[in-house]
């Protein structure tokens, strides 16, 4: 064996793969397919991640573009990206049942816009037109919101007051382009209000951090999520503009170019918000079988945070459960 082979080695990043939200958002699914039944329909992929919709389907889950799809009589379940009042509105026209599964880091946003919009403020969304989460939000108070897509849309920002603007962004971008656009706003708008915490969620910003610390250590950076996960894709982005020489966004091992580890000794790795660790765990057996068995790694922050499920279905399970109980004793539940 030689030195340089010897050499080779991944650094795993930590924390990685699934939040909080999204690790709701997927129990929820699996927990309305045991409480009721296939199938239950999912408006939108209920996380933007290949493998877990596909898994999720072969368990009864039907993915639906509209809830205008959903036959009457139904379950139809809302995605962690939030949907916008109208959406609510098809489904009771439609006679659905309703199970929200909106990241609750996402309905902070929601509430944000509906607060200041009925104080008549313009607000500003960062965030990528067409992404879900945005129209989503930008749905709770349409006549308020001017999307801006990054520092190069700044220019174009037109307000009824400059005195009353404030500023919102989708969750799942990159920290530093937001700050970036923000800046950017405040020098046109300099009474630019910002949100009462940070938009950007926990996660996103902790597995930035962490890509960051692999990125300048690492001669390649393979970031495990879906081309169209918002915040996988921004991770690509942080690494490359960390000055890392090469990054790509992966959803499976089979997906990775042998080419790419060519000169290459250090690889990091790490995975999107809506990724599970089983397909990490792919990527890094296939490095190994590729003479990169050597695994250290890098943990930049700890997270612990836990979401209850959707209140529908915990109001339904504990019915279940006290309907159980009064079976087997005979007496109600307390």
Same mark, same amino acid.
């Given at each position: 064996m030689t030195a340089q082979t010897q050499a080779r080695r991944v650094l795993l990043a930590a924390p990685r793969g699934y939040c909080a939200g999204v690790d709701r958002a997927v129990i929820a699914v699996e927990k309305a397919l045991e409480q009721y039944g296939a199938p239950v329909y999912v408006r939108h992929e209920i996380v933007h991640n290949k493998y877990v919709v596909q898994t999720l389907e072969k368990k009864g889950a039907i993915f639906v573009d509209q809830a205008t799809e959903v036959p009457p009589g139904n #379950? +139809? $379940?809302f995605s962690a990206h939030g949907v916008a009042p109208s959406v609510h509105e098809e489904a009771r026209e439609g006679r659905l049942a309703t199970i929200d599964a909106t990241c609750p880091l996402v309905t902070k946003v929601h509430k944000e816009a509906v607060r200041f919009a009925n104080e008549d403020y313009d607000i500003l969304l960062i965030g990528h037109e067409g992404h879900e989460e945005v129209i989503g939000t930008s749905g709770e108070a349409p006549d308020h919101i001017t999307l801006v897509d990054?520092?190069? @849309?700044?220019?174009?920002?037109?307000?009824? /007051?400059? *005195?009353? =603007? =404030?500023?919102? *962004?989708?969750?799942? %971008?990159s920290v530093d382009e937001? $700050?970036?656009? =923000? /800046?950017?706003?405040?020098?046109k708008f300099p009474n630019l209000i910002s949100p009462p915490s940070d938009d950007i969620c926990y996660a996103t910003q902790n597995r930035q951090i962490a890509i960051k610390e692999l990125a300048v250590q690492s001669d390649l950076v393979i970031v495990v999520g879906s081309k169209n996960s918002s915040n996988s894709q921004r991770m690509v982005d942080v690494a490359k503009q960390a000055g890392c020489p090469e990054a790509h966004l992966v959803d499976f091992a089979s997906e990775i170019d042998e080419t790419w580890l060519d000169g290459v000794t250090t690889v990091g790795v790490s995975s999107g918000a809506s990724v599970p660790d089983i397909l990490v765990e792919e990527v890094l057996a296939w490095l190994s079988e590729k003479g990169?068995? @050597? +695994?250290? #790694? +890098?943990?930049?922050?700890?997270? *612990? %945070?836990t979401f209850s499920l959707p209140k529908e279905l915990r109001r339904d399970l504990r019915a279940e459960a006290a309907t159980l109980i009064e079976e087997r004793t005979g007496r109600p539940a307390s």
């Open positions: #379950i +139809v $379940m990054g520092p190069e @849309d700044v220019a174009n920002v037109e307000v009824r /007051d400059e *005195s009353r =603007v =404030v500023w919102l *962004s989708q969750t799942t %971008l937001t $700050m970036e656009t =923000v /800046d950017a706003l405040k020098e990169y068995g @050597d +695994v250290e #790694i +890098v943990k930049t922050a700890e997270e *612990s %945070l």
